[in-house]
């Protein structure tokens, strides 16, 4: 099986979501389940764009060892200089540079010719290169660039130093056999492209983004890039859950797959919605709240007969717990100290011991407490410890 890196964007695209702004603890809490979740790249932010950022790309890079951690730059030396910086202390130092090669982009954003726009990416490249070992460089647009053009850049950024080719579709406008034609046109012609990592990129705008990477796989591309819940600018990024379960249930079509921690999809889904404070939507694949609901008496039926007439993803797939034991206001500290570590909380016994007040609270208000309840009381305790 072809092992595809993932590239986590949580906390650089999908904290550029409208409405969410996260601050260093809070960042720092989500790195540390997306090592659990096994991303291979975790995208902290983007040191140069504010103090707070710097200050929070910095800490991640300096507790987060699992992943390997980087951070966005524009192809200025100042930004390169000030992601350095930030992201020295990781074991493998990684930039994330980007620059627009889309006509529409380069004509009324950048307003440089093309020419400049090599120019630009090459001294960038190069700047990077006398610290970083691993330099990512975005053809930011790339789908709306032109082919010809596309490969001249690349030729010339990976000559500079380049490791990571990434290829977004920054607006979403690609359908699946238009994108991964962009990666084979690529792979055809640039000299020397199979020594580099080839990185997909892809927004949601017209619903197609994981599609269209699994389309950029099956056309060469190494990584993938997403975020958890999809999130991310406009209607956002690939939805990395929905994609690593995708390769791994349809793993008899395809010969390539993710390291994703599959049972951790719940906790880093459920925490990514707590602390950016964007919902799941009910209906959302793989971990919407009515993603395993059978509503139907003819659904229902089936799956009492046969689970598998209608259910293709086991909720203990992502993690869900599907032990029958249900918590209530009867219930003791025990059972709920239990449940914590099932659902992965490491937490001290005088946090436990404030959880459980805040359950029984919570408790004599509800009738049954829900694995979502569950998820909140502790990542609140988590959080302060
Ligand atoms: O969508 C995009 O083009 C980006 C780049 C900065 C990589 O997010
Ligand atoms: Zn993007």
Redesign the pocket.
Known sequence: MRKIDVFDTTLR?GEQSAGINLNTAEKLEIAKQLERFNADVIEAGFPASSQGDFEAVKKIAQTVKGSIITG?ARSVKSDIDTSWEALKYGEQPHI?I?LATSPIHMTHKLKKTPDQVVEIAVESVKHAKKKFPLVQW?A??AFRSDPEFLIRVVKEVIKAGATTI?L?D?VGYATPSEYGAMFRHLKENVPGIDRVKLSA?C?NDLGMAVANTIAAIENGADQVEGTINGLG?RAGNAALEELAVALHIRKDKFTFGTDVKLDEIKRTSQLVSQLTGMAIQANKAVVGKNAFAHESGIHQDGMLKERTTYEIITPELIGENSTQLVLGKHSGRHAFKNRAIELGFELSDEKINEAFKNFKVLADKKKEISEDDLYVLLTDQQIQE
């Open positions: 695209d966005l994330h980007f975005s930011e647009d990434n977004p920054t990129h927004h600018e």
